[in-house]
């Protein structure tokens, strides 16, 4: 029995978005959702927080997928509550009381597995999850025009535009749906705000560069994933620089966007080194991505800024 088959013993179900949902999390939402409704479950998608959708690809994305996600103040009755891209307890997920809860999760995970929770932190984005579970069951994703939409923006803002794509299954994953939509170019093209504009122009206006090792440090806090991987296209541009590392902070620990302009110091090496032993990187020679898990760093380097633990490891990386 596949994990999506166990959970239509529950005839009620409530889906739940982390606060603010992205892209990936919309996707993966709508996923489930689409395999419960088949099998004739009463379901619904929620999220909750201190906001309510306002970006501009999100909305235009709810309404050509057609994604019936409601935001609530409170639970609706149900019989599960089943979180999607989050996992319960974690700050960036409004905490609703439930007698049944499960998890569909892609990031480092916070608690002991269970058989209802679904926690892999080897894939990139939430949606390739959902597709492999939906496989699983028979599904043919790619005859829902919708929904593989919907999977492929998710995993296209959860890579970097699909620049940091290196995971097997994620790569399976776009291959597979890969298709000419229209709708797909549009959302692409909008996927950037104007505060997201601003919070690049910011990042990049303070950007660290070490001059003995020449390698640019932005940091971009609370910054878009899609757009970090913008500022590391535009910051290797600059003539000294050998190694570009952006990093935005998200919930499990910080994302890392590489880029490399010398053969000496690949971007999937810098990228392997960078997360070694405290979360997990990869990619391709000139551009890659990664992770590193705030909780490894919380053990591994008490107190220190994340700053000082990139420019520490880099020392050693950019001898």
């Not at 990049?204 to 440090?217: C, G």
């Not at 590392?245 to 994302?255: H, L, M, N, P, W």
Request: glycine share 6%.
């Amino acid at each position: 029995m596949g994990f999506l088959n166990q959970l239509l013993k529950y005839k009620n179900i409530c889906i739940q978005c982390h606060n603010s949902p992205d892209a990936d999390a919309l996707a993966a939402a709508y996923g489930v959702y689409t395999y419960l409704k088949l099998h004739d479950i009463n379901v619904s998608i929620i999220y909750s927080g201190d906001y309510e959708i306002q970006k501009k690809d999100l909305l235009y994305m709810i309404d050509i997928c057609e994604i019936p996600v409601a935001y609530v103040k409170e639970l609706p009755k149900t019989d599960l509550l089943l979180l999607v891209d989050g996992q319960y307890g974690r700050g960036n997920v409004y905490r609703f009381e439930a007698d049944n809860i499960a998890m569909i999760d892609h990031h480092m995970p916070s608690m002991k597995k269970t058989e209802n929770a679904f926690i892999d932190y080897s894939y990139q984005s939430c949606s390739t999850i959902v597709w492999e579970l939906l496989k699983e069951e028979g599904y043919d994703v790619k005859a829902n025009e919708k929904l593989s939409i919907a999977f492929l923006y998710g995993l296209y803002t959860d890579t970097s535009s699909y620049v940091d794509l290196y995971k097997k299954h994620d790569i399976a994953m776009r291959d597979e749906l890969s298709k000419d939509y229209p709708e797909l170019e549009r959302l692409k093209k909008s996927s950037m705000s104007l505060e997201d504009l601003m919070i690049a122009g910011e990042a990049l206006y303070h950007a660290y560069f070490d001059k003995e090792k020449q390698y640019l440090l932005i940091s971009a806090m609370h910054c878009e994933q899609s757009v970090l991987g913008i500022i590391g296209d535009m910051a290797i541009k600059v003539d000294v620089a050998k190694v570009s590392i952006a990093y935005t902070d998200i919930d499990s620990g910080y994302q890392v966007s590489i880029r490399s302009a010398d053969r000496e110091y690949l971007a999937n090496e810098v990228a392997e080194k960078l997360c070694d032993g405290i979360g997990s990187g990869g990619g391709h020679i000139d551009k890659a991505g990664g992770v590193i898990s705030r909780d490894c760093i919380c053990e591994s380097y008490a107190g220190w800024e994340i700053a000082d633990i990139i420019k520490e490891r880099m020392e050693k990386i950019m001898k």
